[in-house]
């Protein structure tokens, strides 16, 4: 890849906050995993694993678990006089 190709990429990325209902196919999943897979990690351990969900019912069981969560550790951390990194959460 040259420079340009390389600056492109970087200036094109954008952090996507909103999201349809539509469906991701099975195919795009495996190939976004395999993308994944070649993402760099510490001395190339490759110790990540992927797990898929499609099930929409536990996918929102899933974000309201880690919402609570989170909600518990914001609190902790404002008990603890860390106002800021609760916030961060």
């Known amino acids: 890849m040259n420079y340009e190709?390389?600056?492109?990429?970087?200036?094109?990325?954008r952090?996507?906050?909103k999201f349809t209902d539509q469906e991701v196919s099975t195919n795009?999943?495996?190939e976004i995993i395999d993308c994944a897979r070649y993402a760099?990690?510490?001395?190339?351990?490759?110790?990540w694993e992927f797990l898929v969900i499609m099930n929409r019912e536990k996918i929102k069981?899933?974000?309201q678990m880690t919402w609570?969560?989170?909600?518990k550790l914001?609190?902790?951390a404002a008990?603890?006089?860390e106002e800021k990194a609760g916030k961060l959460l």
């Open 5 to 13: 190709d390389f600056k492109e990429v970087i200036h094109g990325r």
């Open 15 to 17: 952090s996507v906050r």
């Open 28 to 30: 795009d999943i495996k």
């Open 40 to 47: 760099p990690s510490d001395t190339n351990s490759q110790t």
């Open 61 to 63: 069981e899933i974000e």
């Open 68 to 71: 609570d969560a989170l909600h």
């Open 74 to 76: 914001a609190a902790k």
């Open 79 to 81: 008990e603890n006089g």
